[in-house]
């Protein structure tokens, strides 16, 4: 996926638009792409703004965030619990399907870590 172009040459064609250049002008004289010049001048009449719209997901929109506190409460009293163990757990309770691997993410964002022990074998912590 592409970058949003800097917010300076952002200002920098609104500005020129707004100084009585047109679009394509503007674009032109600063290496853009015309629609590029369209866009950023539409955004800046539309919202008063040049700043990139923001992209991607919302924070906290996955479906297992509502399953949090469960998900979490389980780890804590079962360290040892794999993956696997806590996707069969969740889809029994509550009848979701989750990856072990989304769960395996899940969790890292929610601070805990995978590690071993002395005796070899692993204990998640927060």
């Known amino acids: 996926m592409g970058r949003s172009y800097s917010t300076d040459l952002r200002e920098r ?22 629609s590029t010049g369209v866009r950023i001048a539409k955004r800046k009449e539309l919202t ?19 399953y949090a506190s469960d998900l979490i409460s389980w780890v804590e009293a079962d360290k040892d619990i ?18 072990p691997a989304s769960l395996s993410r899940f969790l890292i964002k929610h601070g805990f870590t995978v590690k071993k022990n002395s005796t070899g074998n692993r204990g998640r912590t927060r």
């Open 82 to 99: 794999t993956m696997p163990e806590l996707a069969a757990k969740l889809e029994e309770k509550y009848s979701v399907t989750a990856h």
């Open 48 to 66: 008063g703004s040049v700043e990139p719209a923001p992209t991607g997901r919302p924070a906290g929109s996955g479906k297992l965030t509502i």
């Open 13 to 34: 064609v609104a500005g020129e638009v707004d100084a009585g250049q047109s679009r394509r002008a503007a674009a032109r004289r600063f290496g853009v792409s015309a």
